[in-house]
């Protein structure tokens, strides 16, 4: 219990801060109720990470305090890694076609990769410039160091969406060009609803500037995409 003690719980339904999530008695352990709104204060202590994941997907706000705030993050980061590969891949393939010249194809991939990582890092220094923007005093309470790594998780959890991209590399041959072209649409807006949830229920934002930080998150991840399209241009001019 003592490593327990050094981290910094919230709960997950409300967001308040926790000094424990479990209390060990004589014969048994029990969780540990929220001093503010009463309910359990981490009711994901004792669940699979794979149910855990899904709710994510869905967007319940608890699942991501627990995954940012009280889990332990290291398999998320090996699944972001899954990620990577897989919205790699999905963008290769999408501009690329097919990949008849498999050496073309190849180096193609690597460069989305490259690409990808380029953005994920692109979208956290947007997101840590709108933390200092608009709370300054949080993010000097915490740190920067800590802060930035926060806000990495976000981006990490926010990039679980592309999971959905799935469909479209299993049945990319049975479906039309509006098709393909409505599911990325899909996908991205999950990430953007992804990335708004999981920024403001970590507590590094304003809470009484709430509708101002959606809508700058909102901002930062448009200029993310337009930073990409510009990218994936000069990308494609470079691979011809």
Not at 19 to 31: A, D, F, G, M, Q
Not at 123 to 151: E, P
Not at 156 to 185: C, E, M, Q
Request: with cysteine; aromatic share 12%; hydrophobic share 45%.
């Amino acid at each position: 219990m003592s490593s327990e003690n050094r981290k910094n719980y919230v709960c997950v339904s409300c967001g308040n801060p926790a000094r424990e999530l479990i209390k060990k008695y004589s014969n048994t352990v029990k969780p540990t109720h929220c001093d503010k709104c009463n309910q359990i204060t981490d009711k994901y202590i004792e669940v699979e990470e794979f149910i855990i994941l899904i709710d994510a997907l869905l967007l319940v706000s608890a699942a991501f305090r627990h995954m940012i705030c009280n889990g332990n993050f290291k398999l998320y980061w090996k699944i972001s890694l899954v990620v990577l590969l897989l919205e790699s891949f999905a963008l290769c393939r999408q501009k690329r076609g097919d990949g008849s010249n498999t050496a073309l194809h190849e180096k193609g991939f690597y460069m989305c990769t490259l690409q990808n990582i380029g953005e994920y890092l692109f979208i956290t220094l947007l997101l840590l410039f709108i933390t200092a923007l608009l709370n300054m005093r949080q993010l000097a309470k915490i740190g920067l160091a800590s802060v930035t790594l926060i806000i990495l998780k976000v981006v990490a959890i926010s990039n679980f969406s592309k999971f959905f991209l799935l469909p479209i590399l299993v049945w990319r041959s049975n479906t039309t060009d509006f098709g393909r072209n409505l599911h990325y649409i899909l996908v991205t807006g999950h990430h953007l609803c992804s990335l708004i949830m999981a920024y403001n229920v970590v507590g590094i934002s304003n809470s009484h500037l709430r509708w101002l930080t959606i809508f700058l998150v909102i901002c930062a991840f448009a200029t993310k995409e337009y930073v990409r399209y510009l990218a994936a241009f000069e990308m494609e001019l470079y691979l011809l």
